[in-house]
């Protein structure tokens, strides 16, 4: 797999769109977090506020919503892209309401065609947003509605934002909600985590009218 191209440094990234009246039927929304803190052979610098930081992400939602899985992002990188995005134990993108994922993220580009990336545990693997269909898998139907990724540059706001997400957005994700890792969230706190958390709750609260922001990331 290709290397993410990423830029140290500040990168301020603007206000990408907004969306309202995201809300859930059931009572209760279905949701799955994928975090990574340590990469093979260190192929990227480990991250080692993820688990704490993941699980205040959960302990938030836990109270309103249903945790489907928890899991690393061990050979997990099918499971985010078209193909693998159901899974038969109903454990992986399309499976759910709502996707947390906690990794490295980076923007890259292969044949001409741009594409933003989030690293997986495996060494110089990516899962690639263009290899992506989310909303219209899942076994009820439907699938993914809210896709948040706490991992820089998945909105970078620049001449090709659309080019990178169009594709994986098609099959009907409402939302998709970027903080960079040294955003206004990135100190990350026991009272910042799950004040972000609940902003992007599927069901109800401030969940039920949510905007799309990239926020500024030094990565």
Avoid at 126 to 153: E, F, K, P, Q, V
Avoid at 185 to 201: C, G, I, L, M, N
């Amino acid at each position: 797999m290709l290397r993410l191209l990423t830029k140290k440094g500040t990168i301020a990234c603007a206000v990408a769109a907004s969306l309202s009246g995201i809300a859930t039927e059931a009572s209760a929304a279905r949701f799955g977090t994928y975090c990574q803190g340590a990469f093979q052979n260190d192929w990227v610098a480990p991250l080692s506020e993820i688990p704490t930081t993941c699980g205040w992400f959960n302990d938030e939602l836990d109270d309103t919503d249903q945790k489907v899985f928890y899991y690393n992002l061990v050979g997990k990188k099918p499971y985010l892209e078209s193909g693998g995005d159901h899974q038969p134990n109903n454990d992986s993108a399309d499976d759910v309401d709502l996707l947390f994922i906690d990794t490295h993220g980076g923007v890259g580009i292969s044949g001409g065609n741009h594409f933003a990336g989030m690293a997986m545990w495996n060494q110089n693997t990516d899962a690639i947003s263009t290899n992506m269909r989310l909303g219209d898998s899942a076994w009820w139907g439907g699938g993914l509605a809210i896709l948040a990724a706490y991992a820089c540059h998945q909105l970078q706001h620049d001449n090709y934002t659309w080019n990178r997400w169009h594709t994986a957005i098609e099959g009907g994700p409402k939302f998709v909600r970027v903080p960079g890792r040294h955003s206004r969230y990135a100190r990350d706190s026991e009272q910042t985590t799950p004040a972000w958390a609940a902003t992007v709750k599927p069901a109800g609260g401030q969940g039920s009218s949510i905007r799309m922001w990239a926020f500024r990331s030094r990565w």
